[in-house]
């Protein structure tokens, strides 16, 4: 069946490093990518989306990267800070389904050292 | 601000208790969404609705049931609670097939 998966369930950085956490997703129909990223206690908290006829889409200091041909997302934090350390999640959809949920991927724990 | 509530952050049942769950969202969004979430599992879908009385199961729905009377409101039913429903569960709400956004979750203990 389709799944969505990260590559490493953790990742460490210092701070002010660049921090990139990865994806890995099955369902070649997908055209619909979100990442999450979700802090100790609380609800997952949408961070940027792109949709398939994209390959990268840039917000405040992440960008997501989006390959196709090899069915791979990335996420990448600039100048990781401190407030950053969470659990990030990636989840696809198709965007032809109303109501359709999102399949979620298991998680990458970013830690950020000072 | 897209706003999606949830009736309790921490909440202890005993098994066998019949638990509601209600969720509440103020951006009349049409379809609603509930999940649990496990360590090593990820967030798993229990059911769904896309419109007032319309309900779809996701991929755990046994043992549970959902209602959702009002647009805004859609409330995740444990008939007979059992200690493998411990878990934190999600609720999350979106327009058409838009991105989901997630209630802060309800960490629910069952003894």
């Known amino acids: 069946g389709e799944s969505v998966g990260l590559h490493l369930p953790t990742l460490s950085v210092q701070e002010g490093d660049n921090s990139i956490i990865n994806c890995a997703y099955s369902?070649?129909?997908?055209?619909?990518f979100i990442w999450y990223k979700q802090e100790s206690g609380k609800g997952p908290q949408f961070i940027i989306d792109?949709?398939?006829?994209?390959d990268k889409r840039q917000g405040q200091r992440v960008t997501v990267l989006l390959n196709k041909t090899v069915k791979h997302l990335s996420l990448q934090i600039a100048a990781t800070q401190p407030g950053d350390s969470a659990v990030y999640f990636c989840?696809?959809?198709?965007?032809?389904?109303?109501?359709?949920?999102?399949?979620f991927g298991k998680g990458t724990t970013l830690s950020v050292s000072s | 601000d897209v706003k999606v509530t949830q009736s309790s952050r921490y909440l202890v049942k005993r098994t066998g208790e019949k638990v509601f769950l209600e969720c509440v969202q103020d951006?009349?969004?049409?379809?609603m969404f509930w999940y649990r979430q496990d360590p090593g599992l990820g967030l798993r879908l229990i059911y769904f609705?896309?419109?007032?009385?319309?309900?779809e199961k996701g991929d755990i729905p046994e043992g549970y049931s959902v209602s959702r009377e009002k647009k805004e409101r859609f409330s995740l039913i444990l008939e007979s609670a059992s200690t493998n429903q411990t878990s934190m569960y999600l609720c999350?709400?979106?327009?058409?097939?838009?991105?989901?956004?997630f209630g802060p979750g309800t960490r629910l203990t069952v003894l």
């Open positions: 989840a696809e959809s198709e965007d032809n389904q109303a109501g359709t949920a999102l399949i």
């Open positions: 369902n070649s129909a997908s055209d619909y």
């Open positions: 792109i949709r398939s006829n994209m």
């Open positions: 951006m009349d969004h049409e379809n």
């Open positions: 609705s896309y419109d007032v009385k319309m309900k």
């Open positions: 999350a709400s979106n327009e058409s097939t838009d991105t989901q956004y």
